[in-house]
């Protein structure tokens, strides 16, 4: 089965906190991606990549930056950190052809208080 | 834009009755589609995906058919089972390999004694 491992499980910050989110992936996946899960709105986009450097925006892009620094790992950065950003963050990748699945890790749940 | 559509947030349901969930989409192209299952506390998994000959996929007694006049990719099974209870997402990821997934809001099925 394929692993992808977020970090931290649980975070909590206040507002205009600096926080990263972090992932990795030990499936040799060309594309990651990063979604946000909150009660009425399901999993949305947030940013995506296709390898090491590129990075494509996703739909809820604002107050989000990203970057994936290797094959393997791909980060989330909140700069501002703002209670709207509080939610259920998860990771995923998969290989990138059209009907393959995405491989999600645990989540990383985000306080902003 | 491209999207997906589940009309329904919570379906409730006796056990032993037939489970529909409702998935349509928008698209400019022919996408791919997916289901996927995500139980209490834990990260979103793949139950089902479309094929591109129109062969039916089926696992742990879900179906599901694409239908592109309507398009439809809706969720059955023909027996509710109490492990069934869970938050489902149809997903649609475009043919035009920009490796974008996107999620419907999702549909809770709780299925009751």
């Known amino acids: 089965e394929a692993a992808v491992t977020q970090s931290p499980r649980n975070k909590v910050t206040v507002t205009g906190g600096n926080v990263t989110l972090s992932c990795r992936q030990t499936?040799?996946?060309?594309?990651m991606y990063w979604y946000r899960q909150d009660t009425g709105h399901g999993l949305r986009l947030i940013h995506y990549s296709y390898g090491a450097g590129n990075l494509q925006i996703g739909d809820v892009p604002d107050g989000y930056k990203a970057t994936r620094t290797t094959q393997e790992d791909f980060f989330l950065l909140l700069e501002l950190a703002s209670p709207s950003q509080t939610s259920l963050y998860f990771c995923a990748s998969s290989g990138g052809l059209s009907n393959e699945r995405l491989f999600f890790g645990h989540g990383t749940k985000l306080s902003v208080l | 834009g491209d999207s997906v559509t589940q009309t329904e947030g919570l379906v409730t349901l006796t056990e032993g009755l037939p489970v529909m969930l409702n998935c349509t989409y928008q698209?400019?192209?022919?996408?791919?589609l997916f289901w996927y299952v995500q139980h209490l506390n834990e990260a979103p998994k793949l139950l089902l995906k479309s094929f591109t000959d129109n062969k039916r996929p089926e696992h742990q007694g879900f179906h599901a058919t694409l239908h592109k006049s309507s398009s439809s990719f809706h969720l059955q099974k023909s027996s509710a089972q109490l492990s069934d209870s869970a938050l489902y997402y149809c997903a649609w990821k475009d043919t035009g390999n920009t490796g974008k997934l996107i999620f419907g809001l999702g549909t809770t099925l709780q299925v009751q004694p």
């Open positions: 499936n040799s996946h060309n594309y």
């Open positions: 698209s400019t192209y022919s996408p791919f």
